[in-house]
Nanobody, 120 residues
Framework: QVQLAESGGGLVQPGGSLRLSCAAS????????MNWFRQAPGKERELVAV???????NYADSVKGRFTISRDNAKNTGYLQMNSLKLEDTAVYYC??????????????WGQGTQVTVSS
């Protein structure tokens, strides 16, 4: 079994910063990709940032220059550093990972989500 646990969400004023974490645990051989999505009330879930093996990253246009995705492979943990937060960044943020398990099977996993609220 593999689980993803997000943390770091909360309430922040516009212009502030938050750092989200996503810790993967269980029977993990390797993490092929670890990504962040978000879903605002009344909207579809959208991709925010991705990172794959080799260090390649990509961002939604709405967060480029403000958000930074990273991974600590030794800790099986991913991060999303969010700076210069805007009201429209308010959403539930979800971690998503493609993981090769010790059973040599590759699955996509989701975290439970963490609420980020940007408000003055």
């Amino acid at each position: 079994q593999v689980q993803l646990a997000e943390s770091g969400g909360g309430l922040v004023q516009p212009g502030g910063s938050l750092r989200l974490s996503c810790a993967a645990s269980g029977s993990i051989l390797s993490i092929d990709a670890m990504n962040w999505f978000r879903q605002a009330p009344g909207k579809e879930r959208e991709l925010v940032a991705v990172t794959v093996n080799g260090g390649s990253t990509n961002y939604a246009d709405s967060v480029k220059g403000r958000f930074t995705i990273s991974r600590d492979n030794a800790k099986n943990t991913g991060y999303l550093q969010m700076n210069s937060l805007k009201l429209e960044d308010t959403a539930v943020y979800y971690c998503n990972a493609v993981i090769l398990t010790s059973q040599l099977a590759r699955y996509t996993y989701w975290g439970q989500g963490t609420q980020v609220t940007v408000s003055s």
